[in-house]
């Protein structure tokens, strides 16, 4: 069955950056793209960007383009998320979603990570 | 950048009631709107895609229709385990997400 696990929970100081994984199982990891999506607390869902796995492509919110960066190891079957230069409105709970659809870039989700909050503050 | 508006924010409807969220995008989106449900603490679920699509396993009470730029979800007979945020998607390209409607049982 599909799983995606991703790290534990982190505490940052403004200003640092973060790093989130997310180890994918029960597909072929690079079949499908990764999407990671963010969620602030009490907020709805923000969209952040997906990476291709295959050939490690990348799309990113306009929002987070120069601060974002999403990486791969196909090697283990996992996607990182990094984003840089935090502030407290970072503070969320970081999700990697994985594509529907085969070789899609649409952002059409229907397997999620447990999700890793990541709490910025001085 | 498309722009997508849900309403109402949340709502409060007694066990049984029909149920209806809309959505509308900024621009024409064709038919490539889903619709995900959070409960509380938990992972957010696809529940419908290409506007009218069940995904698997997913209650029948639950349809969805529009294309465009309008859309709705609809609950035929609302059930306690409904209680949760649910949101649009418009996903031909990014993925954004509507603010989430809010639904708890009165």
């Known amino acids: 069955q599909v799983q995606l696990v991703q790290s534990g929970a982190e505490v940052k100081k403004p200003g640092a950056s973060v790093k989130v994984s997310c180890k994918a199982s029960?597909?072929?990891?690079?079949?499908?793209?990764m999407h990671w999506v963010r969620q602030a607390p009490g907020q709805g869902l923000e969209w952040m960007g997906w990476i291709n796995p295959n050939s490690g492509g990348t799309n990113y919110a306009q929002k987070f383009q120069g601060r974002v960066t999403m990486t791969r190891d196909t090697s283990i079957s996992t996607a990182y998320m990094e984003l840089s230069r935090l502030r407290s409105d970072d503070t969320a709970v970081y999700y990697c979603?994985?594509?529907?659809?085969?070789?899609?870039?649409?952002?059409?989700?229907?397997?999620w990570g447990q999700g890793t909050l990541v709490t910025v503050s001085s | 950048d498309i722009q997508m508006t849900q309403s109402p924010s949340s709502l409060s409807a007694s066990v049984g009631d029909r149920v209806t969220i809309t959505c509308r995008a900024s621009q024409g989106i064709s038919n490539y709107l889903a619709w995900y449900q959070q409960k509380p603490g938990k992972v957010p679920k696809l529940l419908i895609y290409a506007a009218s699509t069940l995904q698997s396993g997913v209650p029948s009470r639950f349809s969805g229709s529009g294309s465009g730029t309008d859309f709705t979800l609809t609950i035929s007979s609302l059930q306690p385990e409904d209680v949760a945020t649910y949101y649009c998607?418009?996903?031909?390209?990014?993925?954004?997400f509507g603010q989430g409607t809010k639904v708890e049982i009165k």
């Open positions: 998607q418009k996903y031909n390209s990014a993925g954004t």
């Open positions: 029960g597909y072929t990891f690079t079949g499908y793209y």
């Open positions: 979603a994985r594509a529907r659809i085969e070789y899609s870039s649409s952002g059409l989700v229907d397997y």
